[in-house]
């Protein structure tokens, strides 16, 4: 059984609904990231106690510190070894994608 629009305007407030829904769950996937690599800059926190902080299931965790496991080792792959800080990685708006900065001191690269 599949879904049948009666109307143009029914389509287009379903496909509505579609995309307010995944915007808010892209949101809430860039807060966690992020508050995960806040976290990890604090110490060293094993998947269980940062699902149970954030309360979230531990599979999601899992993902997120997949994810977070990537871009730290292509952050050091092109900033000569550097360690990626919490402070080095920035959401574009609406959780659609991200930048990481370095920090720069009298011409030098420091992170």
Not at 33 to 39: A, E, R
Not at 46 to 63: D, K, M, P, Q, Y
Request: aromatic letters at 10%; glycine letters at 8%.
């Amino acid at each position: 059984m599949s879904w049948q629009p009666q109307s143009f305007d029914e389509a287009c407030r379903r496909a509505a609904g579609r995309r307010a829904y995944n915007r808010k769950r892209r949101l809430e996937r860039a807060r966690r990231i992020s508050t995960i690599l806040v976290l990890q800059d604090r110490g060293v926190f094993t998947g269980r106690a940062l699902a149970a902080s954030l309360g979230v299931h531990e599979a999601t965790v899992s993902r997120d510190l997949k994810f977070i496991r990537k871009l730290k080792a292509d952050f050091r792959r092109h900033n000569y070894g550097f360690e990626m800080r919490a402070r080095s990685f920035r959401w574009i708006q609406g959780g659609r994608g991200w930048e990481t900065t370095f920090e720069i001191r009298d011409g030098v690269r420091v992170r």
